[in-house]
């Protein structure tokens, strides 16, 4: 049975005939007077392309006014059926139309695409200036979720409309659309569906990540699957804004624009999704080899100055750290927490690195009683097999430690690891003897890998400010993530050079030296402190040597003793000059007197010995009575201060800081000396 055209009555062909559209419904009722023609009838070739050729006429007429209905000879309001009141406006406009086959962003054939919805065509309209019909379609890879990625730009040359005809009420809806989106964007949330809106340095500060590796982190995890409130994106980045910033939920859902109640179900399955598929990879004792430990995270220093290169044996560093915790109601569980030392509660995790801080793994968190010191918790760890260290680690592999493991040394001894650790000072003793403070600059030049590791673990706020009792339950997984991201995406804390063998080779000859400054001191008469065998240095004409930054490094083996230097010096010169003189029987000594930093009653005299026949090594040796003054691996931050204000200091654009912090805090033992009357007023 063949359908009639309901237009002009004729008969149509099977397959050659088309639904009327809603253009040819309103030109023919209003220009043909054909108040009868069916709605959902069908129409011939001749009497669509009738239509067809007539708005293409009048676009060639007019390629930048807009052209009304009327053009049509269409009369608004001209319809009188009260389901067909919308009417048809051109504007000038490019667009691209709907098509099944077609992407309508790169204009290429593809079977496999999706539609686009409202929010990505709005947004292509706003930004590209394009406007896409209902239904239109684009390649998967055009879309970052429900965003369009930023290189996703239509290509406006290929577009053959360049103009739109819609309805009236398709463009009312529009306006509303727009004024929505404009009233949203003067109060935006955040969001991490798209990143191109953030800059590294400002990802970096919400999540502790950079774009390319939060991308690289959402790639890993594939058991947080997208649903229509929720993206793996989202989640991740909601989570670690809570670690990164230390914000309570509720803060953090004002950050996005969510409910509390959201934002903790985001925060639930982000953590068990990190936990479940990134962080095993790259944290724990099973995640690595001990032979990866060996070739890439042992560094040259460690080698050289406890293994000689001659073993195999790993050489890590362990040590406990404190996370603060909020007081409970729970009192046994509170007393367990409670710390003696630091006299709050908190717990302790107890942390196991490589000599260049790649973490090995966090073991605890343990209670932090008397009973749960860092001795007690490493013969927990070894008795207990915690995560098969026994099967880890070997006979006469290096533990490098420090004092507060003291208890254990001996049990760990015996089951045959090679302990390190700082020396101790005897009953009555203020100083270490030149063998022990030497010995003691060995551990502390590889220990302090450990203790940069815990303070790169306290970047992530939520680890460094006191933990909610409700997030204690948890705190494991949030300490196994942010060191699982550290040992990812961080790069190591030191990395070994070329010239670290010899630096590490002459430490160990000067740890076998004796201090003969010290010897010369105690011995001769003429050294000791009394006035009258110094002179001030800027009474006479004294001059010493101009030293480099580099020898100043190869005397203290290390930065941290400069870094000093400048703050013992501003200490001084803020109140009158340094106290540096010169002995009057021989210049070839100078001694200085430096004030503690920590103690006000407490002073430190030193000595230093200078050749000044020898322009390249003109230091001697030296000698201070601090606690670790009679080292000569390196040397303390007290004769580091002399050396280099005299050798450099003084010679470079150093000026003293201004203190702008003590005079705005007032102290009460300064107390006037002018008579007041104390009398209360009657």
């Given amino acids: 049975m063949r359908l009639k055209c309901t237009v002009c009555g004729k008969s149509v062909k099977l397959g050659?005939?088309?639904?009327?559209?809603?253009?040819?419904?309103?030109?023919?009722?209003?220009?043909?007077?054909?108040?009868?023609?069916?709605?959902?009838?069908?129409?011939?070739?001749?009497?669509?392309?009738?239509?067809?050729?007539?708005?293409?006429?009048?676009?060639?007429?007019?390629t930048c006014v807009p052209t009304p209905v009327a053009a049509l000879n269409v009369e608004p309001?001209?319809?009188?059926?009260?389901?067909?009141?919308?009417?048809?406006?051109?504007?000038?406009?490019?667009?691209?139309?709907?098509?099944?086959?077609?992407?309508?962003?790169c204009l290429i054939k593809n079977k496999n695409l999706i539609c686009m919805g409202e929010s990505v065509r709005l947004s292509v309209f706003i930004n590209q200036g394009v406007l896409l019909e209902e239904g239109v379609r684009c390649c998967k890879n055009h879309l970052n979720g429900k965003q369009l990625k930023r290189d996703a730009i239509i290509d406006k040359s290929k577009l053959r409309k360049k103009h739109t005809t819609i309805q009236t009420s398709q463009l009312v809806k529009l306006l509303e659309t727009l004024r929505k989106s404009a009233s949203v964007s003067t109060a935006r949330r955040l969001s991490f569906d798209d990143l191109e809106d953030y800059t590294d340095i400002d990802l970096l500060?919400?999540?502790?990540?950079?774009?390319?590796?939060?991308?690289?982190?959402?790639?890993?995890?594939?058991?947080l699957k997208k649903s229509k409130l929720m993206s793996p994106r989202l989640a991740i980045?909601?989570?670690?804004?809570?670690?990164?910033?230390?914000?309570s939920q509720g803060f953090i859902g004002t950050l996005f624009g969510k409910k509390q109640r959201q934002i903790s179900r985001y925060i639930k399955q982000a953590r068990e999704a990190l936990c479940s598929d990134f962080v095993p990879s790259y944290l724990g004792f099973h995640h690595i080899f001990r032979?990866?430990?060996?070739?890439?995270?042992?560094?040259?220093?460690?080698?050289?100055?406890?293994?000689?290169?001659?073993?195999?044996?790993v050489i890590s560093i362990m040590d406990g750290t404190y996370i603060y915790i909020q007081k409970s109601h729970n009192y046994a569980f509170q007393r367990q927490c409670f710390s003696m030392h630091k006299h709050r509660p908190l717990v302790k995790p107890m942390v196991v690195t490589a000599t260049d801080g790649y973490i090995i793994s966090i073991l605890g968190p343990f209670f932090a009683n008397g009973r749960n010191n860092d001795a007690s918790i490493l013969k927990y760890m070894v008795k207990s097999n915690e995560e098969n260290l026994l099967q880890w680690f070997k006979k006469d592999d290096i533990l490098i430690l420090d004092r507060g493991f003291r208890d254990s040394i001996e049990f760990l001894n015996d089951i045959g690891f090679c302990t390190k650790f700082p020396a101790f000072l005897g009953p009555k003793e203020k100083q270490f003897s030149a063998k022990e403070g030497n010995e003691t600059r060995l551990v502390t030049k590889i220990r302090w890998a450990?203790?940069?590791?815990?303070?790169?673990?306290?970047?992530?706020?939520?680890?460094?400010?006191?933990?909610?009792?409700?997030?204690?339950?948890?705190?494991?997984?949030?300490?196994?993530?942010?060191?699982?991201i550290c040992n990812c995406?961080?790069?190591?804390?030191?990395?070994?050079?070329?010239?670290?063998?010899?630096?590490?080779?002459?430490?160990?000859?000067?740890?076998?030296?004796?201090?003969?400054?010290?010897?010369?001191?105690?011995s001769q008469g003429h050294l000791k402190k009394h006035l009258s065998h110094w002179q001030s240095i800027e009474s006479i004409d004294f001059t010493f040597p101009r030293l480099g930054d580099d020898y100043l490094r190869s005397l203290t083996f290390g930065v941290y003793q400069l870094s000093q230097a400048p703050h013992?010096?501003?200490?001084?010169?803020?109140?009158?000059?340094?106290?540096?003189?010169?002995?009057?029987?021989?210049?070839?000594?100078?001694?200085?007197?430096?004030?503690?930093?920590?103690t006000s009653s407490k002073k430190s005299f030193l000595w230093i010995k200078i050749n000044h026949d020898d322009p390249h090594d003109p230091i001697v040796g030296w000698y201070c009575e601090c606690k670790a003054g009679a080292r000569t691996v390196g040397c303390c931050a007290h004769i580091a201060t002399i050396i280099w204000y005299l050798g450099n200091g003084k010679h470079s654009q150093y000026q003293p800081k201004l203190d702008i912090l003590t005079p705005s805090v007032q102290d009460a033992a300064a107390i006037p000396e002018v008579e007041i009357d104390l009398k209360l007023l009657d």
Avoid at 26 to 53: L, P, Q, S, W
Avoid at 95 to 103: A, E, M, N, R
Avoid at 205 to 223: R, Y
Avoid at 498 to 507: T, Y
Wanted: proline share 1%.
């Fill in 291 to 313: 032979n990866t430990i060996i070739e890439e995270h042992t560094t040259y220093y460690a080698t050289q100055i406890f293994s000689h290169f001659l073993s195999d044996s």
């Fill in 450 to 484: 450990v203790e940069s590791v815990n303070a790169r673990l306290k970047t992530w706020k939520f680890l460094d400010k006191v933990v909610c009792n409700k997030d204690i339950p948890h705190l494991k997984k949030y300490i196994n993530i942010v060191a699982a």
């Fill in 489 to 522: 995406f961080r790069a190591p804390l030191q990395q070994s050079r070329d010239n670290d063998c010899d630096i590490a080779r002459k430490m160990v000859e000067r740890s076998k030296m004796a201090n003969l400054v010290q010897q010369e001191v105690e």
């Fill in 77 to 105: 309001n001209a319809c009188n059926d009260e389901d067909d009141k919308d009417e048809l406006v051109t504007i000038p406009t490019l667009s691209v139309s709907k098509s099944h086959s077609v992407c309508a962003i």
């Fill in 16 to 62: 050659q005939g088309r639904k009327i559209s809603v253009k040819q419904l309103e030109f023919y009722r209003n220009h043909k007077n054909h108040r009868t023609i069916d709605r959902d009838g069908t129409v011939c070739n001749a009497c669509r392309m009738k239509v067809y050729n007539i708005d293409r006429s009048i676009i060639k007429q007019s």
């Fill in 205 to 223: 500060n919400l999540t502790g990540l950079k774009k390319h590796q939060f991308e690289e982190l959402v790639e890993m995890i594939t058991t």
């Fill in 568 to 598: 013992y010096a501003d200490q001084h010169l803020s109140d009158g000059d340094l106290d540096i003189r010169v002995n009057k029987a021989s210049d070839e000594y100078i001694r200085g007197k430096i004030q503690s930093r920590h």
């Fill in 237 to 247: 980045g909601v989570l670690l804004v809570k670690l990164r910033t230390g914000l």
